[in-house]
């Protein structure tokens, strides 16, 4: 049987996460004769000024036939020869030479989405073993980012974590989904028996076919919705397709990925509403603890001005109550700024604000739901962020926090860094803390995290051990592809190390956590856009 059914079957067993169904009857799903000239579809669908053409492959072998879209007319041949071999890799990705004669496979594509940068495929069919006790309907998809000549997971389009599996668990079943009364229960019983890590770690793995992990979980783009197709039992068609409205998840675009450009009609996210100044905590009672202050002094023309910044915390500890009189519990311990820096009042702004981010993650939909007496940090049902001052550079003032909490026995950990301009309030991008290209200092991140990494496997592989990372080598693709996918807010200044992080699951297994990395202002300062010499 194909590695891929085979493990199919051995998710269902386990129970691990869903894809999506084509049919309610234990007979395979017919599939379509796709005649029709594709690409009539796709241009009223996509934006124009599309610079390439799409035409049908087939592969036979056999009673195996595959069909798969290749790009032509592309001006960059040498790219376009890349993209058509990701294409066709991902297409034969379900055929095994070696168990050909007892397996038949029939696989057709549709094209969900073509624009400039993006193009979006999925593949569905029938194969069948002719020992197994019935076929199983085949489904799988491959993004390709155009401009850069790559292959795309969802991990590089969107950021996992809980507050987008919430959007999951609460949407239904929106294509391939069988007419069977009892299939919002199933699907219910389905999400309800994987918990939070799981399903962050399927996700995490998601439209890979050739990892050591394989989740059955694939996502693919519309118009105006990011598809995410589930393994399900076999009854309901083997896999199951959710759709979510890009407007419904924008605070999980990664928005920096170029692929999104071609999106114009995403309308902005909501602002948070934040209390304007630091009054309304007191109005509120909340008790601010001085933590550390310093005085800092710069020379300002046409006359000496004394600059000072103070840095102190205050504590948020609220409780949110189910019908069973159990808690979830929100412990925060935020920064507050006195001084007479301008950017002092925005900065503030921005912490006070942090509340409503932090009690989005409250899993307070699950306390609801589970509907047991719980007393939240006490019984891990909590959210909790500890900021400290990392360092000032002369008007920059970094930041850092640990982040905590659970919901029942699953843990959530992490690191938070933000770094800010005191004159302006402006929140700081590693843009604005280094003075060459983007692509200069992500290759300098790149060196210094690959090289720790490969210390770490190699070091683990004498002693005998395995590796925690989802990598086995990070200078192969897999592990470039990890490591170079670093949000470029995942960072603080120490006094002595610029601090680059990766949230739990992007690099490595979720009981490694987050992981980080102190690259010495030593070795990059002579590319650095500040005086590392002018720390307080």
């Known amino acids: 049987m194909l590695k891929k059914s085979t ?58 036939e595959i069909n798969y879209p290749q790009v032509s007319n592309l001006s960059d041949k040498a790219k376009q020869k890349v993209i058509n071999e990701i294409i066709k890799k991902d297409a034969l990705s379900n055929f095994n030479e070696d168990i050909y004669e007892n397996y038949s496979l029939e696989i057709n594509y549709d ?72 299939l919002d229960i199933a699907i219910k019983e389905k999400f309800d028996n994987l918990s939070i890590d799981e399903m962050l770690k399927n996700l995490n793995y998601a439209d890979s076919n050739d990892s050591e992990y394989y989740s059955g979980t694939y996502s693919y783009f519309t118009k105006d919705s990011l598809g995410i197709s589930i393994s399900f039992p076999h009854v309901y068609g083997d896999h199951l397709e959710f759709e979510l409205k890009y407007k419904d998840i924008e605070n999980n675009i990664k928005t920096k990925n170029e692929v999104w450009n071609d999106f114009p009609n995403l309308a902005q996210s909501p602002k948070t509403e934040v209390k304007e100044n630091l009054d309304d905590l007191k109005k509120e009672g909340l008790e601010v603890i001085k933590d550390q202050s310093f005085t800092l002094s710069t020379h300002s023309k046409p006359k000496l001005v004394k600059k000072t910044i103070n840095f102190s915390t205050f504590d948020i500890d609220k409780k949110y109550f189910n019908d069973a009189k159990g808690f979830a519990e929100l412990k925060l311990k935020l920064p507050r700024l006195d001084g007479n820096y301008d950017g002092i009042p925005e900065i503030n702004k921005y912490f006070v604000g942090k509340e409503q981010f932090f009690y989005n993650e409250l899993p307070i939909d699950s306390l609801k739901e589970v509907n047991i007496k719980v007393e939240g940090e006490k019984d891990n049902w909590y959210r909790s962020a500890d900021y400290k001052l990392e360092a000032v550079f002369g008007n920059i003032i970094s930041v850092s926090a640990d982040l905590n909490g659970g919901a029942g026995g699953v843990g959530w950990a992490g690191i938070e860094g933000d770094s800010f301009d005191l004159n302006t309030g402006r929140k700081l991008s590693l843009k604005d803390i280094f003075k060459v290209s983007e692509d200069d200092y992500m290759n300098i991140i790149y060196d210094f995290v690959s090289k720790k990494i490969m210390n770490e496997i190699n070091s683990n592989k004498q002693a005998g051990y395995g590796s925690c990372y989802m990598f086995e080598d990070a200078y192969n693709s897999d592990g470039y592809k990890s490591i170079r996918d670093f949000d470029q807010n995942n960072f603080y200044l120490s006094k002595d190390s610029l601090v680059v992080f990766y949230p739990k699951y992007a690099l490595a297994d979720g009981a490694a956590g987050p992981q980080k990395f102190e690259i010495p202002y030593a070795s990059i300062s002579d590319v650095l856009a500040f005086d590392v010499n002018t720390v307080n």
Not at 18 to 27: F, G, H, I, K, R
Not at 168 to 180: D, G
């Open 7 to 64: 493990v199919i079957t051995i998710l269902m067993v386990l129970a691990l996460i869903l894809t999506s169904c084509n049919a309610v009857e234990m007979n395979a799903v017919n599939i379509p004769n796709i005649q029709q000239n594709l690409s009539d579809d796709i241009d009223k669908n996509n934006p124009n000024g599309i610079n390439y053409e799409i035409n049908k492959a087939t592969f036979t072998n056999k009673e195996t």
């Open 111 to 182: 094209v969900k989405w073509k624009s400039i940068n993006l193009l979006s495929i999925e593949y569905y069919g029938v194969g069948y073993d002719k020992d197994a006790p019935h076929p199983n309907n085949e489904y799988y998809t491959s993004n390709i980012d155009i401009k850069n000549g790559v292959r795309l997971r969802l991990k590089d389009v969107v950021k996992i974590n809980e507050a987008l599996i919430k959007k999951i668990r609460k949407s239904k079943c929106t294509r391939s989904c069988p007419e069977a009364p009892e």
